[in-house]
C-alpha cells in the first residue's frame, strides 16, 4: 500500500496555491491535513498527478471573528476546535463535536476545512456547516467566491468547487447564549465515522418559544440531510415532548438512506429519529439555560 | 514518471539528519528505512491501528499519513527517543512493572500516545484512558494491562514533579 | 525444588528491548542488494485466466522480474495436504484464479513503491465464471464446480461415531435441533505476514526470514513445494513475532511464493504484506453452518449430541486444514459426561481465501453450538442455564476422564470453577437486577458459558480426517506425538544459557524460562538468558515445534525442566565427587550446593561449573565434560487415532467458566458489556500475569468475534472488508473490564503441573456474549444462533420481533 507518484509541491503563500491549482486543475489535489487523503493514495484509489500542499501557506492558519461570524482558515486543525477558547465560547457545539471525530493523533493533523471539503456523507463537521449555514470562502483562477453551505454539498465525497479552486476559510456564526445546541451520533466504534449523526441549534425568544431551529443530519442521504419543513415545524413554538416528537418523525419523511455493511435503511431511519429527539431536546434545554442565565442577569 | 527528489532536514530524538527522500516517500518507511529507526511500526498504512504515531512538533500524529518531505524542519520523537541515558521513561517503566506489553509491535504507538495523554490530562480516569487510547490498536492484551500501565504512569510523573 | 520464583510475577526480560524500540522483527531485517516484492491479486472470485502479459511492467524502471502462473507449475509443486482429494494447490494462481486476492504474478522490483507501479502494469485476461460463495451452496448439486478434477467442492467429508447416538435419541425426553451460522473473524495481529528469501545458487539453500511460528510440520510441506531437500530449506524465525494467534501457521504459501521469486530473480526479496493483503488473503477461520441436535432426560441430562458440521475451508484445503474440523475432537463434548456423540463433518470449498489457524482453532465454533443448546435446553426444561451445566459436569473425581471421542482429561474440577464464577458475578443479584431491568424495558441479559481448553496437539489427531481403512493400509505412516526440545547450559562462571524453539508471539517465553530455571538451579532470573532465535539449520527442533496450540505452558516448560533437572543432577554428581559424599546427601541453595546434615561443607555453584569446564580431571570418573544438557518431553499419551476413530487430540486440558452481564440499546442494536467474569483452570501457573494477559487478550478476542468483526464476501465473492475502516477490530473505548478467577488442577502428566492458557477465553466469549444477548432478548421471543451481534444484526433481531417499538 503505497502512493502512486506524484508532482509535489508547497508553496508558501496562497497565491503560489492559486497559480498551481491553476496550472494542474482535475489533475491536481490539495493536501491540507492528509487524513482522509493519504488513505485514498496508499490504497491508489487516488492518483492525482499533483499535490499542492498547503501546510506552510502560514497565512491560512487563523480563527478570527469577523462581523459576527467566526472565521476558520484552511490550515486550523480540528484539535483546534477543542482547545481555542474563542472556539469554545462562540460556537461550543465544534469544541463538543469535535471529540466524535476520530481519536487525537487524527485531530492534530486533520483540518476543520479539509473535513468540510472531503465532504464524507458520515463526516460531523459537515453537518454543522450545513446545519449554522456555514459560508465557504473559495479563492481560484477566476478569484474569490463564497459558496453558501445548501449549495456546497453537491453529493457523496462532492463539493460545487471547482477542482483548480481551493477552500480559503469557513465562515460560521457564533452562537448567543439563546442558542442552545447539541451533535448526537451513533458510532459503532468510538471515534469512528458516524453510523447516523444529528446536530441542532435551537434558539428561543422572549417568551421561550423557539425564534429558530436548524437540523442537520449525517449518514443518512449522500449529504448532509436538513429539512426545512422540520425547522418550521418547530419555530415559534413552545418547545414540548409531543413537538420533539413530531419534529423527529417529519426528520425521518424525506430520507431515504441506504443499507451497507455496518447499518440497514432502517436502522438508520430508526436512529435518525431517535437522536433527533434528543439533539432537539438538548440543544432546547441548553437554550433554555441559557436564557434563565440571561434573564438572572438582567434581573 | 521518475520519482522527484528532495533534501530534506529533520530533527528525530535531538540529532539533525539531512536526507535526500522521494516526494511520495511515507513518513513511516524514511523513519524505518532511511533512519533505520525501526522501533515505529507499520501495522495499516491507512492511520487506523496507530502503530506508526510519533510526535511530530511536539504532537501524535500518524506517520504513515505524511510523507517525509512535510517533515522538513520539524522535530519529531520516536519510541527510541524515549529514554535517557539508558534510564527508562517512567511511562516505560510502567509498561514494564504492569505488563503493558506481549509482543511489542503496538508498544511505540502506545507509549507516545500516552506521553501526549498525560501531558494533556495528567491524571486521568480509567474511562478517559480508555477513550485517549482508543486510536490505538492492541490484538494481544485486551488493553486491561495497557490501561492499568497508564495509569501507574499518571501517578507516577505526578509524584515525580511534585 | 523450591518455588521462590515460579508463581511470581517476575518482570518481562523482553520487554526493555521492546520498550525502546530495539526489537528485531522480521521488517527490521535488511540485506545487501534486497529487492522488493509486490504481489498483483486476482479482482475475481472466480475466473480462467486466459493471458497474462508482463512486459510493461518488465520495461518498468527499477524492475527486475516477474513470476507467473507459468513459473509456478514449472518449478513449484502443489502442496501437500492430509486427506488426497485431488485438487492442486500452488503458491499462485494457475490457469485459474479461485478467491478475490488470489496472488497471479509477484513483481520483483529495487522497492516497494515501484514494485506496486510495476504490478498495476501487468495485464491479465480473465474470463470470469460464476461463483459459490457459502459452504452450504457449495455442497448442493448444480453449484459451481472449484476444482474440476475433484468433481465437487468437497474437500473431506468424516462421519465419526462414538456411542450409541440413536439408542439415545429414542430413549430421550427431549430433542431439540437448531441452525447455527459461525462468521469467518480472523486472527489480524498487529504486525503482518512479512518473508525475505535468498537463494544461494552455488550451496542450493533457500534461506528464508519471516515470522512463521510453526508448527514446523509445514517445512516439510514447503520444501517438498519447492522442490527443494528439507535440509536446504532454511527458515530463520525472527526474534521477536508482532503477534500472531495462529494465523501466521498459514503464512507459508508466501514462504514459498517469495522463495521462488528470489530464486527466479537470483536476489534477495523482501515482501511485507500490506493490511489490504492481509484481510482479503491471508488467512482465517472457516465459516461454519450446522445442524445440531442435542437428546436430553427431563431433569436436563444430557444423552447425546448429534451435529452435522459444513466447514467453508476457501478455494483450497491447506494444512493444517481441516483442522478447524478435526482439532478438538477430543473434547468435543466440552465438559460435560454425554456418552455419545455423532459428527457428520463436511470440509467445502468455496470462492473464498482458504483457511486455517485461529486463536482457540476448532472450539469456539462448537463450545457456540453446544453452550448455546444448552441454553436453549434450560429454557425449555425450566432450568436455571447455571443449573444444567452442572448437572452435566464431569465430577471432580473422574479425572483422567476419557471422553467418547477419545480425549484423555488429565484434571479439572468443573463445578468449582463455575461455582466460583457464579460467585464472582453474584449471579443471583445480577438476576434481581435483571428483573428490575426488565420492568424498565430495559434488555439486560446474563450469559453463561462453560468450556475446556485444549492444549498441545497430538500430530497424529488430523489422521482422523482420513478414514480409518486408509489409515490402516500398511504404506501409511501412522502420527502420533508431542514433543518439545530445550537445552540448558551452564558456562565456566556459572551463568545459565537455554536454548529454545518455540517462536513466542509475545507470550514471554523468555521470562517463563528464567523463573523455571531459576527454581530448578537454584539461581536468580536475571542471571539466566534465554535464546529463543529458531533457525532449522542451528536450532534443536522437531516437526512439532512453534508456539500453537497453547503449546509451550505444557510441553516447553517441561522440557527445560528435564534439561535444567539433567544438569542440576551431573551437577550434584560433580559436587559430591569433591565433597566426597553421596549425592543422596547434598541440597541446592543460596548459590551453592551443600551438604544437608551439615551446611558448612559445601561448594559454589561457580565452582562446580568452573569444574566441568576447566578442571577435568577432578571429575567423576566417565563424566562428559562441560556442562549442558537437552531435555525433550514428549506425551506418551498423543497416540494415532484407533480404529473407532477415537484419539486424545491434546495433552493437556484446562478448563474455563465464565459469566457476563449485557444490556442492549434498543434503538442502535449496540451490546454493551456491563460484567464479564472469567474463572480458569490452567494448573499450575508460572507467571500469574503472563496468564492474565492471555485471558484478556484471548477474551478480547472472543468478544471481537461475536460483537464486531467478519470478513465479509458479496454473493460474487467480492471481498468487502479489506480495510479497518469495514473490519472493526475493538480498541480500549470497547473493550470490556475483565475479572479473573483461578482454580487449580495442577495436570498431572506435566512436571510442574501446567497447562496451557493461551487460546482460553477466544474459546468461550463468542457463545459467552451471545447468550447473554439472547438472554437480553429473550421477552421479544428471537433467537441468538448466528454471529457477529453487530449493531445492525440485533437491531433486526429487536425490530423485526416488535415492529411495533418506538424510540425515546
Ligand atoms: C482513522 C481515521 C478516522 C477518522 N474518523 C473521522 C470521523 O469520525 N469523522 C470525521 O469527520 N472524519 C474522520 N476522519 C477524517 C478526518 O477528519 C480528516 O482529517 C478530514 O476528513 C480531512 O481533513 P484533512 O485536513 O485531513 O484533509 P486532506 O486529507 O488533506 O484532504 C481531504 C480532501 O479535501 C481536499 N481539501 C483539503 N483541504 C482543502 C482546501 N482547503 N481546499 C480545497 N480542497 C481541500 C483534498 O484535496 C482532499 O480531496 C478520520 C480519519 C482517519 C484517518
Ligand atoms: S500504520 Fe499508521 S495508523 Fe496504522
Ligand atoms: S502487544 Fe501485541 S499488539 Fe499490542
Redesign the pocket.
Given at each position: 500500500m503505497k502512493p502512486c507518484n506524484f508532482d509535489y509541491f508547497d508553496p508558501k503563500t496562497l497565491e503560489e496555491v492559486v497559480v498551481l491549482m491553476r496550472q494542474y486543475g482535475s489533475d491536481g489535489?490539495?493536501?491540507?491535513?492528509?487524513?482522509?487523503?493519504?488513505?485514498l493514495l496508499n490504497f491508489r484509489l487516488a492518483a492525482p498527478a499533483a499535490l499542492v500542499d498547503?501546510n506552510k501557506v502560514k497565512e491560512l492558519d487563523y480563527v478570527r471573528e469577523v462581523n459576527g461570524k467566526l472565521a476558520i482558515g484552511?490550515l486550523v486543525r480540528?484539535r483546534v476546535l477543542e482547545t481555542s477558547e474563542a472556539i469554545r465560547s462562540k460556537c461550543g457545539l465544534l469544541a463538543e463535536t469535535a471529540e466524535?471525530?476520530?481519536?487525537p493523533q487524527?485531530?492534530n493533523?486533520?483540518?476543520v476545512?479539509?473535513?468540510i471539503?472531503?465532504a464524507?456523507p458520515?463526516?460531523?463537521?459537515p453537518a454543522i456547516a450545513r446545519a449554522l449555514d456555514a459560508e465557504m470562502k473559495?479563492v481560484g483562477p477566476d478569484g474569490e467566491r463564497i459558496i453558501k453551505a445548501e449549495d456546497f454539498f453537491v453529493t457523496l465525497m462532492t463539493t460545487s468547487?471547482d477542482p483548480s479552486?481551493?477552500?480559503?476559510e469557513v465562515r460560521l456564526p457564533t452562537l448567543g447564549p439563546r442558542t442552545g445546541w447539541a451533535f448526537e451520533e451513533f458510532?459503532i466504534r468510538h471515534?469512528?465515522?458516524?453510523i447516523v449523526g444529528v446536530t441542532a441549534a435551537v434558539t428561543l425568544d422572549e417568551q421561550k418559544n423557539c425564534a429558530d431551529a436548524r437540523l442537520a443530519a449525517i449518514g443518512v442521504s449522500e449529504v448532509p440531510y436538513r429539512d426545512s419543513k422540520v425547522e418550521r415545524l418547530i419555530m415559534g413554538q413552545e418547545i414540548s415532548e409531543s413537538l420533539l416528537d413530531q419534529a423527529a418523525h417529519q426528520m425521518v419523511e424525506g430520507v431515504e438512506p441506504s443499507t451497507d455493511l455496518h447499518a440497514s435503511a432502517d436502522q438508520r431511519k430508526h436512529l435518525l429519529r431517535v437522536l433527533t429527539k434528543r439533539a432537539l431536546k438538548k440543544a432546547a434545554g441548553r437554550a433554555l439555560k441559557g436564557f434563565e442565565k440571561g434573564r438572572g442577569k438582567n434581573a | 514518471m521518475p520519482d522527484e527528489l528532495r533534501t530534506i532536514q529533520v530533527t528525530v530524538n535531538g540529532t539533525k539528519y539531512d536526507r535526500q527522500v522521494r516526494c511520495r516517500k511515507l513518513l513511516s518507511d524514511f523513519i524505518r528505512e532511511d533512519l533505520r529507526l525501526v522501533g515505529t511500526h507499520v501495522g495499516c498504512e491507512?492511520?487506523?491501528c496507530g502503530a506508526c504515531t510519533v510526535l511530530f512538533n511536539g504532537q501524535t500524529i500518524?506517520s504513515c499519513?505524511m510523507f517525509a518531505v512535510q517533515a522538513d524542519g520539524a522535530e519529531i520523537t520516536t519510541v527510541e527517543g524515549l529514554a535517557r541515558g539508558g534510564q527508562l521513561h517512567p511511562l516505560q517503566e510502567a509498561f514494564w512493572e504492569n505488563h503493558g506489553v506481549q509482543c511489542g509491535y503496538c508498544t511505540p504507538g502506545f507509549l507516545l500516545t500516552a506521553l501526549e495523554l498525560l501531558q494533556r490530562n495528567p491524571n486521568p480516569t480509567e474511562e478517559e484512558v480508555r477513550i485517549g487510547i482508543a486510536?490505538n490498536i492492541c490484538r494481544c492484551t485486551g488493553y486491561q494491562h495497557i490501561i492499568e500501565s497508564v495509569l501507574a504512569a499518571a501517578a507516577k510523573m505526578g509524584a515525580k514533579t511534585v | 525444588m523450591s518455588k521462590t520464583w515460579i508463581g511470581k510475577n517476575v518482570k518481562r526480560h523482553e520487554d526493555p528491548r521492546l520498550l525502546t524500540g530495539r526489537g528485531t522483527f522480521v521488517d527490521d531485517i535488511t540485506l545487501p542488494n534486497l529487492y522488493h516484492a509486490a504481489i498483483l491479486r486476482s479482482p475475481h472470485a472466480h475466473a480462467n485466466i486466459l493471458a497474462i502479459d508482463a512486459s510493461e511492467a518488465l520495461k518498468y524502471p527499477g524492475v527486475v522480474e516477474v513470476v507467473t502462473g507459468e513459473d509456478v507449475v514449472q518449478k513449484t509443486r502443489p502442496f501437500s495436504v492430509v486427506v488426497k482429494t485431488p485438487f492442486k494447490y500452488y503458491c499462485a494462481a494457475v490457469k485459474k484464479v479461485r478467491y478475490v486476492g488470489e496472488p497471479v504474478a509477484v513483481v520483483v522490483a529495487t522497492d516497494r513503491y515501484v514494485a506496486e507501479d510495476a504490478a498495476a502494469l501487468v495485464r491479465v485476461d480473465y474470463e470470469p465464471l460464476p461463483p459459490v460463495v457459502d459452504p452450504e451452496a457449495a455442497l448442493e448439486p448444480g453449484a459451481p464446480i472449484l476444482h474440476e478434477e475433484v468433481g465437487n467442492n468437497i474437500s473431506c467429508h468424516r462421519l465419526l461415531d462414538y456411542g450409541e447416538v440413536d439408542r439415545a435419541f429414542a430413549e430421550a425426553d427431549l430433542v431439540l435441533k437448531e441452525r447455527f451460522v459461525f462468521p469467518r473473524y480472523s486472527s489480524v495481529p498487529l504486525e503482518t505476514y512479512a518473508v525475505i528469501a535468498d537463494y544461494d545458487s552455488s550451496s542450493g539453500v533457500l534461506t528464508v526470514w519471516s515470522n512463521f511460528m510453526g508448527p514446523f510440520t509445514l517445512h516439510p510441506v514447503t520444501a517438498m513445494a519447492l522442490n527443494i531437500p528439507e535440509n536446504k530449506l532454511r527458515f530463520i524465525i525472527a526474534k521477536d513475532i508482532g503477534g500472531s494467534f495462529g494465523i501466521k501457521s498459514s503464512i507459508y504459501p508466501y514462504i514459498a511464493l517469495i522463495g521462488l521469486a528470489a530464486m527466479k530473480a537470483s536476489r534477495p526479496v523482501k515482501w511485507i504484506e500490506d493490511r489490504q493483503e492481509h484481510l482479503m488473503a491471508s488467512s482465517s477461520q472457516t465459516d461454519r453452518v450446522s445442524y445440531r441436535e442435542v437428546a436430553m432426560r427431563k431433569d436436563g441430562t444430557l444423552l447425546a449430541i448429534k451435529t452435522k458440521i459444513i466447514d467453508g475451508v476457501g478455494a483450497y484445503l491447506r494444512a493444517p486444514e481441516p483442522a478447524t474440523t478435526f482439532r478438538p475432537i477430543g473434547n468435543y463434548v466440552g465438559p460435560y459426561k454425554v456418552k455419545n456423540l455423532r459428527v457428520d463433518a463436511y470440509d467445502m470449498m468455496t470462492n473464498k481465501c482458504p483457511t486455517g489457524p485461529n486463536r482457540g482453532y476448532g472450539c469456539h465454533q462448537i463450545y457456540f453450538e453446544q453452550e448455546r443448546m444448552m441454553d436453549m435446553a434450560a429454557e425449555k426444561l425450566g432450568l436455571d442455564p447455571a443449573e444444567i451445566r452442572l448437572r452435566n459436569f464431569i465430577p471432580a473425581d473422574a479425572f483422567p476422564y476419557v471422553t467418547p471421542s477419545g480425549g484423555i482429561y488429565d484434571s479439572g474440577d468443573y463445578p468449582k470453577a463455575l461455582k466460583l464464577a457464579l460467585e464472582m458475578s453474584q449471579y443471583e443479584k445480577l438476576r434481581e437486577e435483571q428483573k428490575k431491568a426488565r420492568k424498565e424495558g430495559r434488555l439486560f441479559g446474563i450469559g453463561i458459558a462453560v468450556g475446556v481448553d485444549p492444549s498441545v496437539s497430538n500430530m497424529g489427531y488430523i489422521t482422523v480426517a482420513m478414514p480409518a481403512e486408509v489409515r490402516s493400509q500398511p504404506e501409511y505412516l501412522p502420527k502420533s506425538g508431542a514433543v518439545e526440545a530445550a537445552t540448558v547450559r551452564m558456562d565456566p562462571l556459572g551463568g545459565v544459557t537455554v536454548l529454545m524453539n518455540s517462536t513466542p508471539q509475545g507470550q514471554g517465553h523468555e521470562t517463563v524460562v528464567a523463573q523455571i530455571i531459576a527454581d530448578e538451579l537454584g539461581v536468580s532470573p536475571d542471571d539466566v538468558v534465554v535464546v529463543d532465535d529458531f533457525d532449522t539449520s542451528e536450532s534443536p527442533w522437531s516437526v512439532s515445534s512453534g508456539t500453537y496450540s497453547s503449546r509451550f505452558a505444557s510441553v516447553g516448560t517441561s522440557a527445560v525442566v528435564i534439561a535444567a533437572r539433567k544438569i542440576k543432577e551431573k551437577m550434584f554428581q560433580i559436587a559430591a565427587h569433591t565433597l566426597k559424599v553421596s549425592p543422596q546427601d547434598l541440597e541446592l541453595g543460596q548459590g551453592k550446593i551443600f551438604v544437608r546434615q551439615d551446611p558448612k561443607r559445601n561448594i559454589s555453584l561457580k565452582r562446580v561449573a568452573g569444574t566441568a569446564h576447566w578442571d577435568l580431571l577432578r571429575l567423576p570418573e566417565g563424566m562428559e565434560p562441560g556442562l549442558e544438557a537437552r531435555g525433550v518431553f514428549h506425551f506418551p499419551m498423543a497416540d494415532a487415532p484407533d480404529s473407532k476413530d477415537r484419539v486424545n487430540s491434546s495433552n493437556t486440558y484446562g478448563f474455563m467458566a465464565e459469566v457476563a452481564a449485557v444490556e442492549v440499546d434498543r434503538d442502535s442494536g449496540q451490546v454493551k458489556i456491563l460484567k464479564y467474569i472469567s474463572v480458569h483452570d490452567a494448573g499450575t501457573i508460572i507467571n500469574p500475569k503472563i496468564v492474565e494477559g492471555q485471558i484478556y487478550g484471548g477474551a478480547l478476542h472472543g468478544v471481537a468475534g461475536a460483537l464486531f468483526e467478519e470478513l465479509v464476501y458479496d454473493q460474487e465473492g467480492q471481498f468487502l472488508t479489506g480495510s479497518f475502516m469495514d473490519y472493526l477490530v475493538p480498541t480500549a473505548a470497547e473493550a470490556p473490564k475483565l475479572e479473573i478467577g483461578h482454580v487449580c488442577s495442577p495436570s498431572p502428566f506435566t512436571p510442574l503441573g501446567s497447562k496451557g492458557a493461551g487460546e482460553s477465553s477466544s474459546e468461550t466469549a463468542p457463545v459467552l456474549i451471545a447468550n447473554a444477548v439472547a438472554d437480553a432478548l429473550a421477552p421479544l421471543g428471537v433467537k441468538v444462533t448466528e454471529l457477529p451481534l453487530t449493531p445492525k444484526r440485533v437491531w433486526a433481531l429487536i425490530h423485526d420481533s416488535s415492529s411495533t417499538e418506538v424510540g425515546r
Open positions: 489535489k490539495i493536501l491540507a491535513g492528509g487524513q482522509s487523503l493519504v488513505p498547503i484552511a480540528q466524535f471525530i476520530a481519536h487524527i485531530r493533523r486533520g483540518t476545512v479539509g473535513s471539503c472531503h464524507d458520515a463526516a460531523e463537521l473559495v468547487m479552486e481551493l477552500m480559503v458510532a471515534g469512528d465515522f458516524a | 491507512h492511520g487506523i500518524r499519513l486510536g | -
